[in-house]
């Protein structure tokens, strides 16, 4: 049984940087395709990145951000720059087993970690 935590949201400026982590527990992640989608408050859940053998990213996201991963600690990154107001929501990771990116739906989701972009 997979478990996925995120990490590493919180309050930032227009303009400004920051990385989520998505820390992997109960199985490698080599077999599954992980995403990240990001919900806001009033709006349906948007994917946003993805990653297994190739990487696909939004088109709202383009550019700007950057998916990761490293086996060795078994964690995928989302390298957030240049944001904007816009790209506040609580962004979940999210695992899809034997599945190509992008995907729509998961087998195993994180909890979530909240993005807020605001002067």
């Known amino acids: 049984h997979l478990q996925l935590v995120e990490s590493g949201g919180g309050l930032v400026q227009p303009g400004g940087s920051l990385r989520l982590s998505c820390a992997a527990s109960g199985s490698t992640l080599d077999q599954y395709a992980i995403g990240w989608f990001r919900q806001a408050p009033g709006k349906e859940r948007e994917g946003v990145s993805c990653i297994r053998s190739s990487t696909y990213y939004a088109d709202s996201v383009k550019g700007r951000f950057t998916i990761s991963r490293d086996n060795a600690k078994n964690t995928v990154y989302l390298q957030m720059n240049s944001l904007k107001p816009e790209d506040t929501a609580v962004y979940y990771c999210?695992?899809?087993?034997?599945?190509?990116?992008?995907?729509?739906?998961?087998?195993?989701w994180g909890q979530g970690t909240q993005v807020t972009v605001s002067s």
């Open positions: 999210a695992a899809r087993l034997f599945r190509l990116c992008p995907i729509q739906s998961a087998d195993y």
